[in-house]
T-cell receptor
Framework: GQNIDQPTEMTATEGAIVQINCTYQ??????LFWYQQHAGEAPTFLSY????GLEEKGRFSSFLSRSKGYSYLLLKELQMKDSASYLC?????????????FGTGTKLQVIP | EAGVVQSPRYKIIEKKQPVAFWCNPI?????LYWYLQNLGQGPELLIR????????DSQLPKDRFSAERLKGVDSTLKIQPAELGDSAVYLC???????????????FGPGTRLTVL
């Protein structure tokens, strides 16, 4: 199975930058997703990495190091609406098809 | 474009009663997933369909849970009988055929919040 670790909770200040880390141990790694989930709502797709490096998308960036089994999501210019849970999900090649496993999520609270 | 539709949004039942959830995926999405999400946890896969075929149901408690996806579009997840521990949010997601694109990004419905009393 996959072992995915993320911090349970984080707090950051409006306007600041926050980095949410995700480490994983798996075989057959074939990509990593980040999802945002507001309380009581469905997860929504933020980013996808399969190669090492940084993917930037507006205020959000995601980084991947395959050799280290490590990814982070970077949120810049934090806004109050960024308060949500952030889910790291790892995709592996499992017996001929792609299987995605979610971490437990990091609950981010943005304070004024 | 309409997103993934689920109903009902909320359901309260007594233990030992049956319950069913319905999902309509995004048009054209061949892959459909049912997840269970407990408070403060990530989604856990119950079953995955490729068209009509259940390709991964290893985490589905088959003694009480069942699912179907007739005609490869809508899907229904059923619990019979429900237990107290089944209280959770049941999420449905869909994605394009993984073979047709690099990323099989999943798009989630709003979920059904089940409370078993």
């Amino acid at each position: 199975g996959q072992n995915i670790d993320q911090p349970t909770e984080m707090t950051a200040t409006e306007g600041a930058i926050v980095q949410i880390n995700c480490t994983y141990q798996t075989s057959g790694f074939n990509g990593l997703f980040w999802y945002q989930q507001h309380a009581g709502e469905a997860p929504t797709f933020l980013s996808y990495n399969v190669l090492d490096g940084l993917e930037e998308k507006g205020r959000f960036s995601s980084f991947l190091s395959r050799s280290k089994g490590y990814s982070y999501l970077l949120l810049k210019e934090l806004q109050m609406k960024d308060s949500a849970s952030y889910l790291c999900a790892v995709r592996v090649d499992s017996g001929g098809y792609q299987k995605v496993t979610f971490g437990t999520g990091t609950k981010l609270q943005v304070i004024p | 474009e309409a997103g993934v539709v689920q109903s009902p949004r909320y359901k309260i039942i007594e233990k030992k009663q049956p319950v069913a959830f319905w999902c309509n995926p995004i048009s054209g999405h061949n892959t459909l997933y049912w997840y269970l999400q407990n408070l403060g946890q990530g989604p856990e896969l119950l079953i995955r369909y490729e068209n009509e075929e259940a390709v991964d149901d290893s985490q589905l408690p088959k003694d009480r849970f069942s699912a179907e996806r007739l005609k490869g579009v809508d899907s229904t997840l059923k619990i019979q009988p429900a237990e107290l521990g089944d209280s959770a949010v049941y999420l449905c997601a869909s994605s394009l055929d993984p073979g047709q694109q690099v990323t099989d990004t999943q798009y989630f419905g709003p979920g059904t919040r089940l409370t078993v009393l």
